[in-house]
Every structure is written in structure tokens, then in C-alpha cells.
């Protein structure tokens, strides 16, 4: 069941992944920013991948394009996953946004904007959402200090 | 003696600050607010009693879960995924564990997989029995809080038994369990379920087709199967729809393809539904538990993996193979390959998924936690607008979001 789907899939968008393999039971495709919409399009309206599951960064300082952005997606009717991955570069970290495909992406989009910085373009909320406004940097990058602080409310003096 | 701050920044930038309408009003419930349990923050329009609209914020229990994860070993890491969703830790225990598992290309024994089962099936009524209960007493249905707290406690009280611990365990291990469970055990186990069994009819009995909680929880929050997929709402909420949409049945993990169950759903995904497809799963649950407890085989309950099982103790006093074993795991972590995993169980509140990626060694890369109540907080607009302000209450309860893993 799992396998024809993801054959299907393959063959549907091989054209434009760069890799397309499967790893642990979700099939993850690699591919450029540019043919995000063009994919997750065929995903939801050919292969039912209706619902939209997360999405996220991964962080490769040194490397060039330094982020990896990663969706998943499950279908409801198939009961398998597939992951979506693209490259973005530090300077110009921006993809689309999903959120004409599915509800929850332009609220999901925000975590991993104050996350990583990522732009999601024509997403026009991106507040934070488990940050605060004003919180300066992006903390899940790996050039963010773990134990860097930036507290709202003053630390109050200890001495009496 | 300091002076009180005051002038401070508003944490939150409301999507809107002006009524769209001519006597509207705009009012902030939360983030600390008696009637609801959970540090959220509604930013609701109002027009007399009615909500025309909702701005949710949630973040007030931020406290860098997915940060902190990465500079600590990948066993280090089960005390912080407890406290996750709080109220059934050990499921985040298991979900964890077997997305580590999946990297690793270990099979855990069988004991293990059908004990864990057996306790996820038990953190699963525990979850519910708090959420109901809750939900309940937010009515003013304190009688019904009391009966299903007190089953809630006993089996509290029966997990300290087994790990030391009432709320946050710490007893999933990559390859297996903290211990094996100690004597008499089972025997609670099943007095526990026979009193549940009692209480919940009680409960049942009291609320089902009471007039008052009908009129509260009936075509209030309602919210269509397609509504609820394209918000990303899953388990409980998505089943009170009336699909049966059930990772334990969609995409059996660990013992669940041998067990005998059914997937509860609803009629029109209102509150009413959503409370009668908890208790129904509490009743699945114990089904489970029972038929587990027949079945649960002897033999060891973790992996002999030498990569991430502790050597036993005894031998870890004796020999220096067992002891340098030791050190490595406690100094460097279990050693996990190269690659990344997504792996999802079935949550009390739907589905909670590991994104994990690796380098190889013993600290992971990426930790990526999908918590179904962070995406349930995008979508709750959908279940507060067009109903009443005192609608809110119930609808959020029934929603269950728990701030340890909608926040992180």
C-alpha cells in the first residue's frame, strides 16, 4: 500500500526532486525552493496528502545553503507520510508560504519563523507565537547562545 | 525593598485592537484566568455576549525544549519529554524512544512491546480522566470532578508504584523500560479498572442526559471532518467528527495490530462529542489493557544492545568490559547513526510526532517535537467564533490543550 503511493509519487514529481528516496517509512523529497507550491500542489489535490503535519528548520552552520526546510504530510486516505525538504541560504532564507493549501500553515509558519528566521513570503502573520514580541535573534539557530537571556520583566536586585 | 516595575512592553501584539463593528468590544482572557486551565491567552471581539472573532496566543511555558535538547545525550533526554504533555507522559516516553529505535535499527522484545502498550492504553485514561474531569467541573459538575479524579489518583498513584514518580516517570528506556513491574502489580491493575469502570458509569450516569449539560455542550464548538483535517486537528477532536481516524489503527505501532478494539467517534464534532468520544476511548482503553494483560509474555525486557542498554549493575562492579560500557554510555551518550526519522504515536490528544536528526555520536542534531495541542491552538479560533463568551470555557476544556507540549 505504503510502496504504490510513494511509487506513484515518484513518478509524479521525480521530475523536479533532486532526491527521492525512502527512509523509515516516510518518503522525503529533496527539492528546490521554487517548485515548493508546484509539488505540495500535486501532494494534496493528486496523492491526498490533506493534511498538513509541521514544519521546521535544521540548522547547518559552515554549510551553503546553510538551512534545510522541512514539511510533513500525512494523508488520511493512505495513512502514510511524506517529507518535503528544500535548501534555503542564510541570506535570503525565504520560501513560500503554504497557507493557501492548508489552514494550519500560516500558524504553524510562525514558529519557525522566530525559530530560524525563515520568511515565509506571502504569509502576513508572522508574529511570534511562543516568543515574545521584541525578542531579538533566532534561538534554535546554532550561533544563538543556549544561555543567552533576554528577560521582559528586570531581574530584581538580590541584595536587600 | 524593590520598586514595582511597571511601564512594561506587552508581551503579545494583538491581530487586532480595534472592534470591526459599531459596539463591539475587544476583551483579553488569560493568560492566568480561574477558567481556563493552561496559560493561554484569548484575545476576543465581542459583540454583547457573542465572540465574533478570537486572536489565540499561547508561549507563556516556552522554555527551549527543542534548544536544550541538543547539547544533552539522547538518553538524557526522557526526563524532558515527560513533561511534554504532563498528563500521559509516559506515551512521550514511548513515542521518543521508538523514533530513537528507528534510527538505532533496534527491535525492542516482545515483553517490552506489549508492556508498553499496556501503559500507554493506561496513560491514555489518565489523560482523558483529567480532561473530562476538568472540563466537567469547569460546568460546575463537581461531583463528576471528584469521581473520576479520585480513579485518576489511584492510578497516579499505582504508576509510583511501578516507577517512582506520580506525574513525569522518566521510565522509558531506548530499548526497552527502566524495570520490570513488581509484584502484584498487575493484580491493582485490574481492581483499578474494575473501580473505573464503576465511577465512569456513575459519571455517565449523572451528565449523559442531563439538561443542563446538554444545553452547554450540544451544537457548541462545532467543527466539520474537513474543517478539522485542513486545521490539523487530530485525535479525540478529529474523531468526534465522525471519521474514525486512529493512528493505532491507521498505522499500527508496537502491540496494537494484535489487539481488538474500536475507534469511538462522533456525530457532528461538537462538544458533546468530543466528551463522549473520551469516555468511550477510556472504555477502549481499558479493553485493551485487559486483553494485554492476558497476552504479556515473559522474557527480557530490553534489547541486548550494548549501544544503549545499561549493563546490569552487578556486573558493572565486577568487570571492566561492564564498566567502561557504563561510563561511555552515561559520558558520551547511546551512539546513534547518521540520519533522521519521523515517527508518531497516537497522543490523548492526537498525533504527537519525533522529528530527530542525527551526525552520528551521542547527542542529537535536531529535535523537532509535533505536539498536537501547538497545532490545535492554530485551529481553536474555528470552535470559539459565532458562540457564546461562556461557550468558551467548555469548548477550550474539550479542546484539552496542555501548555507542557503546546508551548515546549
Redesign the interface.
Known amino acids: 500500500m505504503n510502496e504504490a503511493v510513494f511509487a506513484q509519487v515518484r513518478e509524479h514529481v521525480g521530475a523536479v526532486a533532486r532526491e527521492a528516496a525512502v527512509t523509515n517509512g516516510v518518503l522525503a523529497l529533496l527539492i528546490e525552493p521554487a517548485s515548493l507550491l508546484e509539488v505540495v500542489r500535486a501532494l494534496k489535490n493528486a496523492f491526498g496528502f490533506d493534511m498538513f503535519l509541521d514544519v521546521t528548520a535544521v540548522d547547518w552552520p559552515g554549510r551553503e545553503p546553510r538551512f534545510d526546510v522541512v514539511w510533513h504530510f500525512y494523508s488520511t486516505k493512505h495513512f502514510v507520510r511524506v517529507r518535503v525538504k528544500t535548501r534555503v541560504a542564510v541570506a535570503d532564507p525565504t520560501v513560500d508560504t503554504l497557507a493557501p493549501f492548508y489552514g494550519s500553515a500560516r500558524f504553524m509558519e510562525r514558529e519557525c519563523h522566530e525559530m530560524y528566521g525563515i520568511v515565509f513570503r506571502g504569509n502576513d502573520d508572522l508574529r511570534p507565537i511562543l516568543l515574545y514580541e521584541g525578542f531579538e535573534g533566532y534561538p534554535l539557530r546554532k550561533d544563538y547562545p543556549k544561555q543567552k537571556e533576554q528577560p521582559l520583566v528586570p531581574y530584581r536586585d538580590a541584595k536587600p | 525593598m524593590?520598586t514595582p516595575?511597571t511601564g512594561?512592553?506587552?508581551?503579545?501584539?494583538p491581530?487586532f485592537e480595534k472592534g470591526s463593528t459599531e459596539g463591539s468590544v475587544i476583551v483579553n482572557i488569560g493568560p492566568s484566568h480561574p477558567a481556563t486551565h493552561g496559560t493561554i491567552q484569548i484575545v476576543a471581539e465581542l459583540s454583547g455576549e457573542r465572540v465574533l472573532r478570537t486572536d489565540v496566543?499561547?508561549?507563556y511555558l516556552?522554555r527551549?525544549f527543542?534548544?536544550?535538547c541538543?547539547?544533552h545525550t539522547w538518553h538524557n533526554l526522557i526526563p524532558y519529554v515527560d513533561r511534554l504533555n504532563y498528563c500521559s507522559a509516559l506515551i512521550n516516553d514511548f513515542a521518543y524512544c521508538e523514533a530513537v529505535e528507528?534510527?538505532m535499527g533496534i527491535e525492542i522484545t516482545p515483553r517490552c512491546r506489549y508492556l508498553r502498550t499496556l501503559l500507554a492504553e493506561y496513560s491514555r485514561i489518565a489523560d482523558h480522566l483529567t480532561c473530562i474531569a476538568a472540563a466537567l467541573m469547569e460546568l460546575g459538575a463537581m461531583t463528576a470532578f471528584l469521581y473520576l479524579v479520585t480513579i485518576r489518583d489511584y492510578i497516579y498513584e499505582h504508576l509510583a508504584d511501578l516507577t517512582g514518580a506520580r506525574v513525569t516517570y522518566s521510565y522509558g528506556r531506548i530499548g526497552g523500560l527502566a524495570h520490570d513491574l513488581p509484584e502484584g502489580w498487575l493484580e491493582r491493575l485490574g481492581g483499578i479498572l474494575d473501580q473505573m469502570d464503576t465511577f465512569t458509569g456513575r459519571v455517565h450516569g449523572l451528565v449523559d442526559r442531563n439538561r443542563i449539560f446538554i444545553d452547554r455542550m450540544r451544537d457548541v464548538g462545532v467543527i466539520s471532518t474537513a474543517?478539522a483535517?485542513?486545521?490539523?486537528f487530530?485525535g479525540p477532536i478529529l474523531r468526534s467528527t465522525g471519521?474514525p481516524?486512529d493512528l493505532r489503527k491507521?498505522?499500527p505501532y508496537l502491540a496494537y495490530a494484535e489487539l481488538d478494539f474500536e475507534v469511538p467517534t462522533g456525530i457532528k464534532g461538537d462538544n458533546y462529542d468530543r466528551y463522549y468520544v473520551r469516555m468511550r476511548e477510556i472504555d477502549e482503553s481499558a479493553h485493551m489493557i485487559r486483553q494485554v494483560m492476558e497476552m504479556l509474555p515473559d522474557g527480557p525486557l530490553c534489547v541486548d544492545d550494548r549501544r544503549c542498554t545499561f549493563p546490569d549493575k552487578k556486573l558493572v562492579y565486577t568487570e571492566i568490559e561492564s564498566l567502561i560500557n557504563h561510563f561511555k554510555l552515561v559520558m558520551d551518550g547511546p551512539q546513534v547513526p547518521p540520519?533522521?526519522?519521523?515517527?508518531?504515536h497516537e497522543g490523548a490528544n492526537g498525533?504527537l510526532?519525533f522529528?530527530l536528526?542525527s551526525v552520528g555520536g551521542g547527542v542529537p542534531?535536531?529535535v523537532?517535537c509535533?505536539s498536537p495541542s501547538?497545532?490545535h491552538?492554530?485551529?481553536v479560533h474555528r470552535m470559539l467564533d459565532g458562540y457564546q463568551l461562556a461557550d468558551v470555557v467548555p469548548t477550550f476544556g474539550s479542546v484539552n490543550m496542555i501548555g507542557g507540549e503546546c508551548?515546549?
Open positions: 524593590s516595575v512594561l512592553p506587552n508581551p503579545i501584539r491581530a496566543h499561547c508561549g516556552h527551549g527543542e534548544k536544550e541538543e547539547s528507528k534510527l474543517e483535517v485542513n486545521w490539523g487530530t471519521v481516524r491507521d498505522t540520519g533522521e526519522v519521523y515517527s508518531a498525533e510526532g522529528y536528526v542534531w535536531k523537532h509535533r501547538f497545532v491552538m492554530g485551529g508551548d515546549r
